[in-house]
Protein backbone atom coordinates (compact mmCIF):
# COMPACT_ATOMS: atom_id res chain seq x y z
CA UNK A 1 0.00 0.00 0.00
CA UNK A 2 1.52 3.25 -1.23
CA UNK A 3 2.41 5.41 2.18
CA UNK A 4 -0.41 8.09 3.02
CA UNK A 5 -3.14 6.06 1.94
CA UNK A 6 -5.85 3.39 3.25
CA UNK A 7 -7.59 0.77 1.05
CA UNK A 8 -11.23 0.82 1.19
CA UNK A 9 -13.09 -1.33 -0.89
CA UNK A 10 -12.91 -3.22 -4.38
CA UNK A 11 -15.63 -3.80 -6.34
CA UNK A 12 -15.97 -4.64 -10.29
CA UNK A 13 -12.26 -3.89 -11.15
CA UNK A 14 -12.61 -0.11 -9.35
CA UNK A 15 -10.76 -0.21 -5.59
CA UNK A 16 -11.20 2.86 -3.33
CA UNK A 17 -9.06 4.33 -1.47
CA UNK A 18 -8.41 7.42 1.43
CA UNK A 19 -5.37 9.71 1.59
CA UNK A 20 -5.14 9.70 5.37
CA UNK A 21 -4.18 13.54 5.46
CA UNK A 22 -7.23 15.13 4.43
CA UNK A 23 -9.78 12.57 3.72
CA UNK A 24 -9.86 12.72 0.10
CA UNK A 25 -11.07 9.89 -1.13
CA UNK A 26 -9.25 7.78 -4.50
CA UNK A 27 -10.95 5.87 -6.99
CA UNK A 28 -8.63 3.78 -9.79
CA UNK A 29 -9.90 1.97 -12.45
CA UNK A 30 -7.35 0.33 -14.95
CA UNK A 31 -7.69 -0.09 -18.48
CA UNK A 32 -5.22 -0.77 -20.83
CA UNK A 33 -7.12 -0.23 -24.13
CA UNK A 34 -5.17 2.52 -25.21
CA UNK A 35 -2.30 4.52 -23.73
CA UNK A 36 -4.95 7.29 -22.29
CA UNK A 37 -6.03 8.42 -18.74
CA UNK A 38 -9.42 10.34 -17.53
CA UNK A 39 -8.61 12.07 -14.65
CA UNK A 40 -11.92 13.38 -12.69
CA UNK A 41 -12.05 15.66 -9.07
CA UNK A 42 -15.99 15.37 -8.04
CA UNK A 43 -17.10 17.79 -6.06
CA UNK A 44 -20.05 16.93 -4.05
CA UNK A 45 -21.79 20.46 -4.56
CA UNK A 46 -24.38 21.69 -6.90
CA UNK A 47 -27.36 24.08 -7.17
CA UNK A 48 -29.00 21.88 -4.43
CA UNK A 49 -26.34 23.35 -2.23
CA UNK A 50 -27.07 27.15 -3.33
CA UNK A 51 -28.82 29.68 -0.90
CA UNK A 52 -31.91 31.31 -2.17
CA UNK A 53 -30.79 34.17 -4.32
CA UNK A 54 -27.38 32.79 -4.85
CA UNK A 55 -28.73 30.46 -7.87
CA UNK A 56 -26.36 29.83 -10.88
CA UNK A 57 -23.36 30.08 -7.90
CA UNK A 58 -21.59 26.68 -8.81
CA UNK A 59 -22.25 26.99 -12.25
CA UNK A 60 -20.67 30.69 -12.07
CA UNK A 61 -17.84 29.19 -10.04
CA UNK A 62 -17.09 26.64 -12.71
CA UNK A 63 -16.27 29.25 -15.07
CA UNK A 64 -13.63 31.62 -12.77
CA UNK A 65 -11.90 27.57 -12.30
CA UNK A 66 -10.47 27.89 -15.71
CA UNK A 67 -9.48 31.37 -15.40
CA UNK A 68 -6.15 30.92 -12.81
CA UNK A 69 -5.03 29.53 -9.64
CA UNK A 70 -1.57 30.07 -7.59
CA UNK A 71 0.65 28.30 -10.02
CA UNK A 72 -1.42 28.36 -13.52
CA UNK A 73 -2.47 31.25 -14.51
CA UNK A 74 -2.28 33.31 -17.78
CA UNK A 75 -0.13 36.17 -16.61
CA UNK A 76 2.73 33.25 -15.81
CA UNK A 77 2.35 31.72 -19.18
CA UNK A 78 0.64 28.60 -17.91
CA UNK A 79 -2.90 29.13 -18.22
CA UNK A 80 -5.18 25.71 -16.99
CA UNK A 81 -6.46 25.71 -20.91
CA UNK A 82 -3.03 26.40 -22.35
CA UNK A 83 -0.65 24.02 -20.33
CA UNK A 84 -3.51 21.33 -21.08
CA UNK A 85 -4.35 21.56 -24.47
CA UNK A 86 -0.68 21.73 -25.45
CA UNK A 87 -0.41 17.74 -24.54
CA UNK A 88 -3.69 16.85 -26.68
CA UNK A 89 -6.05 16.95 -23.76
CA UNK A 90 -9.81 17.02 -23.37
CA UNK A 91 -10.46 19.18 -20.21
CA UNK A 92 -14.01 20.50 -19.33
CA UNK A 93 -15.93 20.92 -16.42
CA UNK A 94 -19.80 20.14 -15.71
CA UNK A 95 -22.24 21.49 -12.45
CA UNK A 96 -25.32 19.47 -12.21
CA UNK A 97 -27.95 19.37 -8.93
CA UNK A 98 -25.59 17.32 -6.22
CA UNK A 99 -21.97 17.57 -7.82
CA UNK A 100 -19.35 19.39 -10.02
CA UNK A 101 -16.81 17.91 -11.78
CA UNK A 102 -13.41 18.82 -13.67
CA UNK A 103 -11.81 16.68 -15.65
CA UNK A 104 -8.76 16.06 -18.71
CA UNK A 105 -8.82 13.13 -20.66
CA UNK A 106 -4.89 12.88 -21.51
CA UNK A 107 -2.28 10.59 -23.17
CA UNK A 108 -1.04 8.84 -19.56
CA UNK A 109 2.46 10.04 -19.50
CA UNK A 110 0.59 13.59 -18.75
CA UNK A 111 -1.57 12.32 -15.94
CA UNK A 112 0.61 13.61 -13.45
CA UNK A 113 0.22 17.79 -14.97
CA UNK A 114 -3.52 16.93 -14.07
CA UNK A 115 -3.05 16.25 -10.69
CA UNK A 116 -0.86 18.99 -10.25
CA UNK A 117 -3.42 21.68 -12.03
CA UNK A 118 -6.63 20.19 -9.92
CA UNK A 119 -4.42 20.10 -6.67
CA UNK A 120 -3.83 23.63 -7.04
CA UNK A 121 -7.19 25.00 -8.07
CA UNK A 122 -8.80 23.16 -5.18
CA UNK A 123 -7.97 25.65 -2.78
CA UNK A 124 -5.85 28.44 -4.47
CA UNK A 125 -8.51 29.38 -7.31
CA UNK A 126 -7.77 33.24 -7.96
CA UNK A 127 -11.15 34.04 -8.16
CA UNK A 128 -10.90 37.99 -9.73
CA UNK A 129 -13.07 40.04 -10.16
CA UNK A 130 -12.27 41.41 -13.79
CA UNK A 131 -12.40 37.56 -14.38
CA UNK A 132 -15.57 37.41 -12.92
CA UNK A 133 -17.14 40.21 -15.12
CA UNK A 134 -15.65 38.72 -18.59
CA UNK A 135 -17.46 35.29 -17.22
CA UNK A 136 -20.82 37.02 -16.44
CA UNK A 137 -21.37 38.61 -19.75
CA UNK A 138 -20.83 34.79 -20.87
CA UNK A 139 -23.40 33.21 -18.73
CA UNK A 140 -25.59 35.69 -19.68
CA UNK A 141 -25.39 35.04 -23.01
CA UNK A 142 -25.86 31.30 -22.33
CA UNK A 143 -29.12 32.20 -21.02
CA UNK A 144 -29.85 33.93 -23.18
CA UNK A 145 -29.74 31.04 -25.44
CA UNK A 146 -31.29 28.80 -23.15
CA UNK A 147 -34.43 31.50 -23.11
CA UNK A 148 -34.55 30.82 -26.97
CA UNK A 149 -34.35 26.90 -26.91
CA UNK A 150 -38.15 25.96 -26.33
CA UNK A 151 -37.35 22.42 -24.56
CA UNK A 152 -34.98 23.81 -21.90
CA UNK A 153 -36.99 26.14 -21.23
CA UNK A 154 -39.79 23.26 -20.85
CA UNK A 155 -37.72 21.44 -18.53
CA UNK A 156 -37.00 24.83 -16.41
CA UNK A 157 -40.92 25.36 -16.61
CA UNK A 158 -42.02 21.47 -15.40
CA UNK A 159 -39.26 21.28 -12.94
CA UNK A 160 -39.69 24.59 -11.37
CA UNK A 161 -43.53 23.60 -11.11
CA UNK A 162 -43.28 20.39 -9.90
CA UNK A 163 -40.94 21.39 -7.09
CA UNK A 164 -42.54 24.59 -4.84
CA UNK A 165 -39.76 24.19 -2.07
CA UNK A 166 -36.52 22.30 -2.92
CA UNK A 167 -33.89 23.91 -4.50
CA UNK A 168 -34.40 21.21 -7.69
CA UNK A 169 -36.79 24.18 -8.83
CA UNK A 170 -34.14 26.15 -9.85
CA UNK A 171 -31.89 25.84 -12.74
CA UNK A 172 -28.33 24.59 -12.57
CA UNK A 173 -27.27 27.96 -14.53
CA UNK A 174 -29.34 29.84 -12.62
CA UNK A 175 -32.03 32.73 -12.89
CA UNK A 176 -30.89 35.59 -14.48
CA UNK A 177 -31.67 38.11 -11.42
CA UNK A 178 -29.36 36.08 -9.32
CA UNK A 179 -26.17 36.10 -11.99
CA UNK A 180 -26.85 39.60 -12.52
CA UNK A 181 -26.26 40.55 -8.72
CA UNK A 182 -24.01 38.00 -7.86
CA UNK A 183 -20.72 39.12 -6.21
CA UNK A 184 -16.99 37.94 -5.95
CA UNK A 185 -17.39 37.56 -2.22
CA UNK A 186 -20.62 35.52 -3.06
CA UNK A 187 -18.83 33.02 -4.79
CA UNK A 188 -15.39 33.02 -2.27
CA UNK A 189 -17.58 32.25 0.31
CA UNK A 190 -19.39 29.15 -1.28
CA UNK A 191 -15.90 27.88 -2.65
CA UNK A 192 -14.15 28.08 1.11
CA UNK A 193 -17.39 26.41 2.14
CA UNK A 194 -17.55 22.96 -0.30
CA UNK A 195 -14.55 23.17 -2.24
CA UNK A 196 -11.55 20.97 -0.08
CA UNK A 197 -10.55 17.45 -0.06
CA UNK A 198 -13.18 15.75 2.47
CA UNK A 199 -15.75 16.88 -0.24
CA UNK A 200 -14.02 15.42 -3.38
CA UNK A 201 -13.32 12.27 -5.14
CA UNK A 202 -10.48 11.92 -7.12
CA UNK A 203 -11.23 8.99 -10.59
CA UNK A 204 -8.38 7.82 -12.48
CA UNK A 205 -9.34 5.72 -15.56
CA UNK A 206 -6.97 3.95 -18.15
CA UNK A 207 -3.69 2.78 -18.93
CA UNK A 208 -1.74 3.71 -15.89
CA UNK A 209 0.74 2.92 -13.22
CA UNK A 210 -1.19 2.19 -9.83
CA UNK A 211 1.49 3.07 -7.55
CA UNK A 212 3.16 5.67 -9.56
CA UNK A 213 -0.42 7.70 -9.79
CA UNK A 214 -1.10 7.05 -6.08
CA UNK A 215 2.29 8.27 -5.20
CA UNK A 216 1.54 11.50 -7.28
CA UNK A 217 -2.00 11.83 -6.27
CA UNK A 218 -0.43 11.79 -2.69
CA UNK A 219 2.35 14.64 -3.38
CA UNK A 220 0.28 16.84 -5.09
CA UNK A 221 -3.02 16.57 -2.48
CA UNK A 222 -1.58 15.93 1.23
CA UNK A 223 -0.71 19.50 1.49
CA UNK A 224 -4.26 20.21 0.76
CA UNK A 225 -6.06 20.77 3.63
CA UNK A 226 -9.62 21.07 4.69
CA UNK A 227 -10.78 24.29 6.14
CA UNK A 228 -11.76 24.37 9.85
CA UNK A 229 -15.37 24.64 9.76
CA UNK A 230 -17.06 21.11 8.68
CA UNK A 231 -18.91 20.53 6.11
CA UNK A 232 -22.89 22.57 6.23
CA UNK A 233 -25.32 19.90 6.26
CA UNK A 234 -28.16 20.82 3.44
CA UNK A 235 -31.41 19.03 4.25
CA UNK A 236 -33.67 19.89 1.77
CA UNK A 237 -37.43 18.60 1.85
CA UNK A 238 -40.14 18.76 -0.61
CA UNK A 239 -43.83 18.84 0.69
CA UNK A 240 -45.76 16.05 -0.80
CA UNK A 241 -47.96 17.20 -4.35
CA UNK A 242 -51.68 16.48 -3.50
CA UNK A 243 -52.67 18.22 -7.18
CA UNK A 244 -52.15 17.84 -10.36
CA UNK A 245 -50.16 20.95 -11.92
CA UNK A 246 -49.99 21.93 -15.39
CA UNK A 247 -47.74 24.50 -17.15
CA UNK A 248 -47.53 26.43 -20.73
CA UNK A 249 -44.85 27.50 -22.21
CA UNK A 250 -45.29 28.96 -25.46
CA UNK A 251 -42.42 30.66 -27.86
CA UNK A 252 -41.50 30.78 -31.60
CA UNK A 253 -40.63 26.96 -32.42
CA UNK A 254 -41.30 24.71 -35.60
CA UNK A 255 -43.05 22.20 -33.18
CA UNK A 256 -44.52 21.49 -29.56
CA UNK A 257 -43.52 19.29 -26.98
CA UNK A 258 -45.92 17.34 -24.30
CA UNK A 259 -43.73 16.76 -20.67
CA UNK A 260 -45.80 14.50 -18.07
CA UNK A 261 -43.60 14.16 -14.55
CA UNK A 262 -44.18 12.69 -11.80
CA UNK A 263 -42.27 12.42 -8.20
CA UNK A 264 -39.86 9.81 -8.16
CA UNK A 265 -37.70 8.83 -5.15
CA UNK A 266 -34.27 9.70 -4.77
CA UNK A 267 -31.47 7.79 -6.48
CA UNK A 268 -30.23 4.87 -4.42
CA UNK A 269 -33.51 3.51 -3.33
CA UNK A 270 -34.32 0.52 -4.95
CA UNK A 271 -37.74 1.78 -6.12
CA UNK A 272 -36.08 3.73 -8.34
CA UNK A 273 -34.65 0.62 -10.10
CA UNK A 274 -38.12 -0.48 -10.34
CA UNK A 275 -39.21 2.93 -12.00
CA UNK A 276 -35.86 3.11 -14.39
CA UNK A 277 -37.33 -0.14 -15.84
CA UNK A 278 -40.96 0.81 -15.59
CA UNK A 279 -39.80 3.70 -17.82
CA UNK A 280 -37.89 1.45 -19.91
CA UNK A 281 -40.90 -0.51 -21.05
CA UNK A 282 -42.71 2.50 -21.51
CA UNK A 283 -39.98 3.86 -24.13
CA UNK A 284 -36.93 1.92 -25.23
CA UNK A 285 -37.38 1.11 -28.94
CA UNK A 286 -40.45 0.13 -31.43
CA UNK A 287 -41.59 -2.45 -28.84
CA UNK A 288 -42.20 0.07 -26.07
CA UNK A 289 -45.79 1.01 -25.31
CA UNK A 290 -45.27 4.51 -25.65
CA UNK A 291 -44.04 3.36 -29.20
CA UNK A 292 -46.90 1.34 -30.45
CA UNK A 293 -49.43 4.04 -28.92
CA UNK A 294 -48.15 7.45 -29.93
CA UNK A 295 -45.73 7.42 -32.56
CA UNK A 296 -47.20 3.63 -34.45
CA UNK A 297 -50.84 5.56 -34.88
CA UNK A 298 -49.58 8.93 -35.68
CA UNK A 299 -49.81 10.78 -32.55
CA UNK A 300 -46.42 11.76 -31.93
CA UNK A 301 -43.00 11.94 -34.30
CA UNK A 302 -41.44 10.66 -31.08
CA UNK A 303 -41.84 9.63 -27.41
CA UNK A 304 -39.60 9.09 -24.47
CA UNK A 305 -39.17 8.45 -20.93
CA UNK A 306 -36.83 8.44 -17.86
CA UNK A 307 -36.01 8.65 -14.47
CA UNK A 308 -33.62 11.44 -12.36
CA UNK A 309 -31.28 9.94 -10.28
CA UNK A 310 -30.22 12.28 -7.59
CA UNK A 311 -29.11 12.71 -4.10
CA UNK A 312 -33.02 13.68 -3.45
CA UNK A 313 -36.23 12.70 -4.70
CA UNK A 314 -36.61 14.16 -8.16
CA UNK A 315 -38.62 13.11 -11.24
CA UNK A 316 -39.76 10.88 -13.24
CA UNK A 317 -41.00 11.98 -16.91
CA UNK A 318 -42.06 11.49 -20.50
CA UNK A 319 -40.65 13.85 -22.79
CA UNK A 320 -42.99 13.54 -26.57
CA UNK A 321 -43.42 15.66 -29.42
CA UNK A 322 -47.24 15.94 -30.90
CA UNK A 323 -47.63 14.88 -34.77
CA UNK A 324 -48.42 17.48 -37.26
CA UNK A 325 -52.50 18.24 -36.59
CA UNK A 326 -52.34 16.26 -33.51
CA UNK A 327 -53.35 18.66 -29.83
CA UNK A 328 -50.84 18.54 -27.18
CA UNK A 329 -54.41 17.07 -24.95
CA UNK A 330 -54.35 14.20 -27.38
CA UNK A 331 -51.02 13.14 -26.69
CA UNK A 332 -50.79 14.05 -23.18
CA UNK A 333 -54.56 11.52 -22.59
CA UNK A 334 -52.49 9.10 -24.36
CA UNK A 335 -49.72 8.83 -22.37
CA UNK A 336 -51.55 8.61 -19.15
CA UNK A 337 -53.32 5.82 -20.82
CA UNK A 338 -49.96 3.70 -21.15
CA UNK A 339 -49.37 4.74 -17.75
CA UNK A 340 -52.66 3.83 -16.32
CA UNK A 341 -52.45 0.33 -18.76
CA UNK A 342 -49.29 -0.48 -16.57
CA UNK A 343 -50.89 0.42 -13.12
CA UNK A 344 -54.00 -1.31 -13.79
CA UNK A 345 -52.69 -4.43 -15.43
CA UNK A 346 -49.04 -4.48 -14.63
CA UNK A 347 -46.20 -5.53 -17.36
CA UNK A 348 -45.23 -8.98 -19.00
CA UNK A 349 -42.14 -10.91 -18.34
CA UNK A 350 -41.13 -10.57 -21.18
CA UNK A 351 -41.16 -6.93 -21.97
CA UNK A 352 -39.60 -6.47 -18.65
CA UNK A 353 -36.60 -8.86 -19.75
CA UNK A 354 -36.85 -7.42 -23.41
CA UNK A 355 -35.94 -3.93 -21.38
CA UNK A 356 -33.98 -5.30 -19.41
CA UNK A 357 -31.35 -6.46 -22.31
CA UNK A 358 -31.71 -2.98 -24.22
CA UNK A 359 -30.53 -1.06 -20.79
CA UNK A 360 -27.78 -3.67 -21.00
CA UNK A 361 -26.78 -2.80 -24.30
CA UNK A 362 -26.95 0.66 -23.17
CA UNK A 363 -24.68 0.58 -20.66
CA UNK A 364 -22.08 -1.40 -22.00
CA UNK A 365 -22.18 1.36 -25.07
CA UNK A 366 -22.12 4.50 -22.60
CA UNK A 367 -19.30 2.91 -20.82
CA UNK A 368 -16.94 2.57 -23.55
CA UNK A 369 -13.90 4.54 -22.93
CA UNK A 370 -12.11 5.60 -19.81
CA UNK A 371 -14.22 9.24 -20.13
CA UNK A 372 -17.28 7.42 -20.17
CA UNK A 373 -16.54 5.70 -17.11
CA UNK A 374 -15.49 8.32 -15.05
CA UNK A 375 -18.43 10.31 -16.24
CA UNK A 376 -20.89 7.57 -15.11
CA UNK A 377 -18.73 7.13 -11.93
CA UNK A 378 -19.36 11.31 -11.60
CA UNK A 379 -23.04 10.59 -11.21
CA UNK A 380 -23.66 7.39 -9.01
CA UNK A 381 -21.16 9.58 -6.08
CA UNK A 382 -23.68 12.49 -6.71
CA UNK A 383 -26.39 9.83 -6.40
CA UNK A 384 -25.20 8.90 -2.61
CA UNK A 385 -22.40 5.69 -3.50
CA UNK A 386 -19.96 5.27 -6.53
CA UNK A 387 -20.74 1.73 -6.09
CA UNK A 388 -23.71 2.29 -8.11
CA UNK A 389 -22.00 2.05 -11.12
CA UNK A 390 -20.87 -1.35 -10.43
CA UNK A 391 -24.10 -2.66 -9.33
CA UNK A 392 -26.47 -1.21 -11.65
CA UNK A 393 -27.08 -3.83 -13.97
CA UNK A 394 -27.21 -6.39 -10.86
CA UNK A 395 -29.82 -4.10 -9.58
CA UNK A 396 -32.22 -3.44 -12.78
CA UNK A 397 -31.61 -6.93 -13.35
CA UNK A 398 -33.49 -8.04 -9.84
CA UNK A 399 -36.74 -5.83 -10.86
CA UNK A 400 -39.57 -8.09 -11.25
CA UNK A 401 -43.14 -7.68 -13.21
CA UNK A 402 -44.71 -7.19 -9.97
CA UNK A 403 -42.02 -4.33 -8.65
CA UNK A 404 -42.82 -2.71 -11.84
CA UNK A 405 -46.62 -2.67 -11.43
CA UNK A 406 -46.40 -2.06 -7.50
CA UNK A 407 -44.02 1.80 -8.40
CA UNK A 408 -46.32 2.36 -10.73
CA UNK A 409 -49.76 2.65 -8.75
CA UNK A 410 -47.23 4.22 -5.82
CA UNK A 411 -45.80 6.94 -7.70
CA UNK A 412 -47.76 7.32 -11.43
CA UNK A 413 -50.50 8.93 -10.01
CA UNK A 414 -52.58 11.23 -11.21
CA UNK A 415 -52.71 13.60 -8.51
CA UNK A 416 -49.17 14.38 -8.67
CA UNK A 417 -48.22 14.34 -12.13
CA UNK A 418 -46.92 17.62 -13.40
CA UNK A 419 -47.66 18.38 -17.19
CA UNK A 420 -46.27 20.30 -19.06
CA UNK A 421 -46.84 21.72 -23.03
CA UNK A 422 -44.47 24.09 -24.80
CA UNK A 423 -46.95 25.51 -27.12
CA UNK A 424 -45.88 27.15 -31.12
CA UNK A 425 -46.77 30.89 -30.27
CA UNK A 426 -49.72 32.11 -32.85
CA UNK A 427 -50.63 28.51 -33.87
CA UNK A 428 -52.58 26.46 -31.03
CA UNK A 429 -54.22 28.37 -28.97
CA UNK A 430 -53.39 28.68 -25.16
CA UNK A 431 -54.63 26.19 -22.44
Avoid at 11 to 19: D, E
Avoid at 54 to 59: E, K, Y
Avoid at 194 to 217: H, M, Q
Wanted: aromatic share 8%; charged share 25%.
Amino acid sequence: MPEGFAFEEASQGIAAYRLAANGLQVLLLRDATAPVAAFMITYLVGSRHEPEGRTGAFHFLEHLMFKGSARFNKEAGASVFGILQRTGARVNATTSLDRTNYYEMLPVEHLPLAVEIEADRMRGALLRREDMERERTVILNELDRGENDPIRKLFHAVWSAAFTEHPYRHPVIGWRKDVEQMTPDDLRQLYDTWYRPDNATVSVIGDFDKTKTLECIRRHFEPVANPPKPLPVVCAREPAQEQARRVVVEQAGWQGAVMLAWKSPCGMDTDTDALDMLFAVLSAGKHSRLYRRLTDRGLTTSAWGTVSRFRDPGLAYVFARPAPGKTHEEVAAAIQEAVDEIRDNGVEEAELRRAANQRKAQAAFSRDGAFSAAAELSEALAAGDWKLYASMQDRLSAVSAEDAQRVARRYLVRNACTTGFYRIADGEASA
